[in-house]
């Protein structure tokens, strides 16, 4: 990913981490961060192939299930 996208990608992984069901096209999601429509579209087809997001046959983006981490509970 271009170094100039970083700032983005972080932005967009952590508004999904922060609300779990969030669904949004990529015009919904241009309004929201107040990015252009390629710019959008290459962050959020990055969060796809990094397994964050998968895109939903309405074209919405969601969030993919992570795998929850083990608390490290000391024995």
Known sequence: ???ALIPSWRRVRGEYC?????Q???D???R????DVATC???LEQLVLDRFLRK??????????QP???DNVDR
């Open 68 to 70: 929850r981490q083990p």
């Open 24 to 26: 949004l096209t990529v």
């Open 32 to 35: 929201l961060w107040q990015v």
């Open 56 to 65: 939903t046959h309405q074209g919405a983006y969601v969030s993919v299930p």
């Open 28 to 30: 919904r999601a241009c």
């Open 41 to 43: 579209e290459m962050v």
């Open 18 to 22: 922060e609300m779990p069901g969030l």
């Open 1 to 3: 990913m271009r170094d």
